[in-house]
């Protein structure tokens, strides 16, 4: 390191040496320190926009009242109207089931908002079409940009007429099958709610096997002499009462059983289910049925339309064989969140599968394509659709629907308040709704929890922020550099050490003052110009690099010896100037941060470089320290003395170990007169009898082996006087 710092101090010039010094100081700064600051006191921007009008088109069908989903999109929608600008802004909320609903017009009263969303429900089909075209109607009169926001859980469909639903359930109760058995009756309620809530008229009948080889036989539940009920409460109760058979081992006779299902007495228009529950293999021949193909011509001459599975895994390819006849959904035991231990938390997810395949999707295709043109017509007519959905919906529609995919929005239960946000970011970034982004540092973040919101979005507040956190990132910058052009005069001094503590504490402290004034002044007069002349508004930048770098030279006048503080602010005046204009063009032509960085390295350098160049082209009487052939270096000799000695506060460093005083003599200006005086200890030491000594141009003093040379006028001068 020592021969580095010597290899410097040899070779560069002061000029380059200040330059390098003001770069790495501020370099280093705005990469340990700036960075974060920013990060951590980012403030959200707030844009003027003009006035929007907004349609709150939320799904009010049967679906939406599974898992609350109703009740937290309403929550999520009045979350979303109140971080919005009622002042400018104004909203209308619709629903949408079987009927539309016109929950109130566009308004922006918060109240009568808030009551309208909670009003709205219906529980019946997904008439989106006709909601959609109702939200068009509500946004004829707007003048203002119109929107639509849309939440749904589902595909556009008629309001079902109660359609009759007859579902067998043929259930395995071998021993094996204990958690299946309890599950059938635990889980019934939630099983026959997933066919209610779709407004279908079921009954549930339920026939239990064994092995018939050995003389287990078919029981069939009886209730009041029919074997289907659409009480699910009766029918809990009656699986209680199934007697468990030892079954042996398997396989079992779950196709006699599954024959046995398709001949029972169905409604002749409902649509005929079987839904098979079994942890074995169908015995084959069994004791009525001899094959597979026997029982699914059974199924198919009792007119089965659905059989589903719920099965091993190993025995899929067995029974997939009796769905040619009558399709359904297999579900493979074990491999549910719940396992074998919650099979009742299995049975809403296998009615919800009868209830769908049930529904005819060929009444559903009109409504989806009126859905689509309604949709194409509000597109056409300049109204933005953006869509929330829940991951039920279908992201195909929803795209077609809104002309994009990053208009489309998913969310599960609990997250459609998030969904929500995001498609509020959406609608920022494309200037459609003044909601404010969420990328926020921690200090704004706790500001903005500790004040109210519109104190923090008055212009008074946003000036303030943003000159201090401008004037901090500038004083960061400001500090780096003052101290690094502090070390960097200690080095050219050759003294004994880069940074005092007084100097740290100096080049600290005026750091800070100087960046906060440069920065706030340079945001103050580029708010200034873009209000005024837009064109002029870099100029303000360039003024606060120019006032940062006029301070730190007045501040380097403190340590550099005799530099006159007109000269040193001169100096620091053009290299703010110029490292200004060097920021803001290298700031505009990288990335953000690559910019910031490189701008601040050009800064310190051209600050740095011009107060040295400023000393080093200033007429007056100059001391030269030879410190070896080959190296010297300049001091401005003035009234301050320049102190020569083995003390840390000497500007030039005599070793203690050869006898010199900590202030062994110094050299100052005196009008006209050059002086060097020695330490009256010192010079009885030496037998002096004259401790005060007149210098010419030219004249020289040896210590050691430094040669000090004293020059007032270009010439230089090679007369050497005495040695000490």
């Known amino acids: 390191m020592q021969n580095l710092l010597g290899q410097i101090r040899r070779n560069l010039r002061k000029p380059l040496i200040f330059g390098l010094c003001g770069a790495g100081g501020c370099l280093v700064a705005a990469i340990a320190l700036g960075e974060v600051f920013l990060t951590v006191t980012e403030r959200p921007p707030i844009v003027e926009q003009n ?91 707007s003048s203002s940009d119109r929107h639509i926001l849309l939440f749904t859980d589902g595909q556009p469909a008629p309001a079902p007429s109660p359609e009759q639903i007859d579902i067998m359930i043929v259930l395995d109760v071998t021993s094996s099958m204990n958690e299946e058995i309890a599950g059938v009756q635990q889980g019934i309620q939630n099983f026959a709610q997933e066919l209610k809530k779709r407004k279908l008229d079921a009954q549930i009948g339920l026939i239990a096997f064994g092995d018939r080889l050995f003389g287990e036989e078919p029981q069939i539940l009886n209730f009041d002499g029919s074997v289907f009920t659409p009480d699910s409460d009766r029918f809990s109760e009656q699986v209680g009462s199934i007697q468990q058979v030892n079954g042996n081992d398997p396989p079992e006779s779950s196709l006699d059983a599954l024959a046995l299902a398709a001949r029972q007495p169905f409604r002749s228009h409902a649509t005929k289910v079987v839904l098979l529950i079994t942890d074995a293999p169908p015995l084959i021949p069994d004791r009525e049925i001899p094959s597979l193909e026997a029982t699914t011509n059974v199924l198919k001459e009792n007119q089965i339309a659905q059989l589903h599975l719920v099965i091993q895994p190993d025995d899929r390819a067995t029974f997939e064989q009796l769905q040619l006849s009558a399709p359904g959904e297999t579900f493979l035991l074990g491999e549910t969140a719940a396992g074998r231990q919650g099979f009742e938390s299995v049975l809403p997810t296998i009615g919800k599968a009868i209830a769908e395949t049930t ?69 920022y970034d494309s200037q459609l709704i003044g909601e404010q982004k969420q990328n926020q540092g921690i200090l704004y973040t706790l500001l903005s929890q500790s004040l109210p919101k519109n104190q923090l979005q008055t212009p008074q507040f946003r000036f303030i922020y943003d000159a201090l956190r401008t004037g901090g990132w500038t004083a960061i910058l400001s500090v780096g550099a003052s101290l690094a052009l502090i070390v960097g005069q200690n080095l050219y001094q050759r003294r004994r050490r880069l940074l005092s503590l007084g100097e740290t504490s100096i080049g600290t402290v005026g750091g800070i003052v100087a960046g906060l004034v440069a920065g706030s002044s340079g945001l103050l007069v580029s708010r200034f110009l873009i209000q005024s002349i837009p064109t002029l508004a870099p100029g303000g930048p360039l003024l606060g690099w120019t006032i940062l770098g006029t301070m730190l030279g007045g501040g380097m006048a403190r340590f550099v010896p005799n530099l006159k503080i007109g000269r040193a602010v001169l100096g620091g005046f053009l290299g703010g100037a110029m490292g200004g204009m060097g920021f803001v063009l290298q700031a505009g032509a990288s990335n953000e941060i690559a910019g910031r960085l490189a701008g601040s ?7 740095g470089m011009m107060i040295a160049l400023l000393e080093l082209l200033t007429r007056q009487a100059k001391l030269i320290v030879h410190w070896s052939p080959t190296e010297q270096r300049e001091f401005l000799l003035g009234s301050r003395p320049i102190i020569l000695g083995s003390s840390s506060e000497a500007n ?7 006898g010199y005083a900590p202030i062994t003599a110094q050299v100052f200006q005196k ?12 010079g009885q030491a030496k037998g002096m009898k004259k401790l005060e000594h007149q210098l010419k141009d030219g004249d020289r003093r040896k210590f050691g082996q430094i040669t000090l040379e004293v020059k007032t006028s270009p010439e230089p001068s090679n007369r050497i006087l005495s040695t000490h």
């Open 652 to 658: 030039i460093y005599l070793p203690k170990k050869q």
């Open 671 to 682: 009008g006209e007169i050059i002086i060097m005086q020695y330490n009256s200890s010192y």
């Open 359 to 427: 529904l005819k999707e060929e009444d559903r295709q009109p409504i989806v394509e009126a859905t689509l043109n309604i949709g194409q017509t509000a597109l056409s007519q300049k109204i933005n659709i953006i869509a929330v959905g829940t991951g039920d919906a279908d992201q195909n529609f929803l795209t077609q629907l809104t002309g994009e995919d990053k208009k489309v929005f998913y969310a599960n239960s609990g997250e459609f308040d998030q969904a929500f946000q995001s498609a509020a970011k959406l609608i």
């Open 601 to 607: 390295a050009i800064l310190g350098f051209c600050i």
């Open 51 to 141: 006035p929007q009008s907004v349609v709150m088109l939320i799904d009010t069908s049967g679906s939406m009242n599974d898992d609350n989903k109703l009740q937290e999109a309403k929550n999520a929608a009045k979350a979303f109207i109140e971080r919005q600008d009622r002042s400018v802004n104004r909203f209308a909320v619709v629903g949408f089931g079987s009927q539309v609903q016109i929950g109130t017009g566009l308004t922006s009263d918060l109240a009568t908002l808030n009551q309208a969303i909670d009003n709205l429900s219906d529980g019946g089909g997904t008439r989106m079409d006709l909601g959609l075209a109702t939200a068009i109607e509500q946004l004829e009169s």
